[in-house]
């Protein structure tokens, strides 16, 4: 498995990938320190396209001034030995001036999407999002990209962006991946001490609730909001970001859930902000 550093590598290999007998080539962005989570995602572009490309890139651009940039965990040895076992055609880990080439002043605009759920809490971060994954589309000439619903409101922003910029990669959402206890795997999940590591158990307890009350017909936004916040009144070291029930596409808030809505919630455990969701039946 090779590890390419440059758009222009990633370009000529997609291109000389797709020339013989016309395969079709995924791509799979990440920030590293991958897990199971991200394994999955590997997984599922094995099975659906020939050649596959893991990128490892953590991206300035969609941190905030106050947040875990410098301290992001990066693994890069660990991540390629598991890209490589998951069947990774190639890694592609740019530098920073790579993908930033100096003088960069071109970004990917989401406008009111991004403004919205994390990008409310996280002014910026959408946009830093926005601009890296068309970045990647653009040199990696992907037919298919894959991304977790662990980021759900990230979705529903780069759907809008692949539409809007008439981009030819079609974006395939894979399934969230947990512990076995409940919690959503996560890159920043190591950040959590192990008191923390019980009480971040609130989100997916939350999650579970709203679900089993949808499945059993409450169809009340204000209902199932009330439901999952009463989870966290219980544990006063959690602070909330958002609970909210939305329409998947537009983000915007729904006064009743109907098949496809999205339960979304984000909260800080200690100083780690963490999200987790379920889209309803
Ligand atoms: P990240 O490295 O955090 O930027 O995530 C890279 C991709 O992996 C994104 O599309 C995430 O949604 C996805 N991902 C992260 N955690 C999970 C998870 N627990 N299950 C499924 N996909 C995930």
Redesign the pocket.
Known sequence: MEILRTVAELRQWSREERKDGGNTIGIV????ALHA??A??IRAARAYVGFVAVSIFVNPTQFGPNEDYARYPRTFDADCALAKAEGASVVFAPSVEELYPAGAATFVDVEGLSNRLDGLSRPGHFRGVATVVAKLLIASEADHAF?????AA?VAVLRRMVADLRLATEIVV?????EPDGL????RNIYLSPAERQHALTLSRAVRQVQSLAASGERRSSFLIDAARDFFAAVPEIRIDYVELVDWITLTSVETAVPGTLFAVAAYVGPTRLIDNIILE
């Open positions: 962005p990440t920030m590293g989570g991200h999955s995602l991304f977790g619903q662990k980021d990230q894979c399934p969230i991946v947990r959503a795997l996560s890159s």
